[in-house]
């Protein structure tokens, strides 16, 4: 695989419903190789990974230009499809959504997360189209995959917010998203009634006690995302290891890490 391209057209590819792209979301090159090296088909970012690696909070505390040009880590650690999740489009207007991308598409992405966040559904949708224009102008197919928080912060009734996510993200989707995402959703019935309901493929985010891959696809899911998933669980064996030898002097939870051959062999040969 040689051009962005390329890349961007498999991207897009490989949202099949019934048959979904599994993400293992990763931060740094080194978290990039592993997951790629575990068979992975393409790669996506968390942004709650990627901030904590940067010493900020996530929902808004990293800087953008930080967060890029860990992006480009990314992207040049591997040769496969990549897509960042970019919060909400680090910019307070439309119009810096879409230099924003200019400046993802620069990095070699060829995916885009984008979240409506705390904006109205239709500054969210605005924002859409300005990410979708800056990814035409440059003349690269960009994923846009667009998120909505109704579930994930609990906004509204809850015999509502059904209704209320597919309203917005039919307004996504007609504003130029490529695929929708709802964090906060994997209840078999939610999941089936949003994937008849919104005309593009569905993302949705696994953790322990969602439905298996297997059961997502049989739903009509076209991408599962695990999002900061793997990262807790990097921080918690550093954390794990660290009490250990900080209280009682002993190193047991160094056993089963990886070797140092096999990390420095990421970035070797």
Known sequence: MTTQQEKARLLRELHRPGEPLVLANVWDAASARLVA???????????????????????????????????????????????????????????????????????????????????TPEQAAERVAAARAAADAAGVPLFLNARTDVFLHGLGEPEGRLDEAVRRLRAYVEAGADGVFVPGVTDPETVAALVAAVPAPLNVLAAPGAPTVAELAKLGVARISLGPGLAKVAYAAVRRAAEEVYASGTYASLDGGLTYPELNGLFTG
């Open 37 to 119: 090296g575990a068979g992975a088909r393409a790669l996506a970012t968390a942004s709650a990974s990627v901030s904590w690696s940067l010493g900020s909070p996530d929902g808004g505390g990293a800087d953008r230009e930080q967060v890029l040009a860990r992006t480009a880590e990314v992207v040049r650690s591997v040769d496969l499809p990549v897509t960042a999740d970019l919060e909400s489009g680090y910019a307070d207007t439309a119009a810096g959504v879409g230099a924003t991308v200019t400046a993802l598409l620069a990095t070699g992405a060829v995916g885009v997360n984008l979240e409506d966040a705390d904006h």
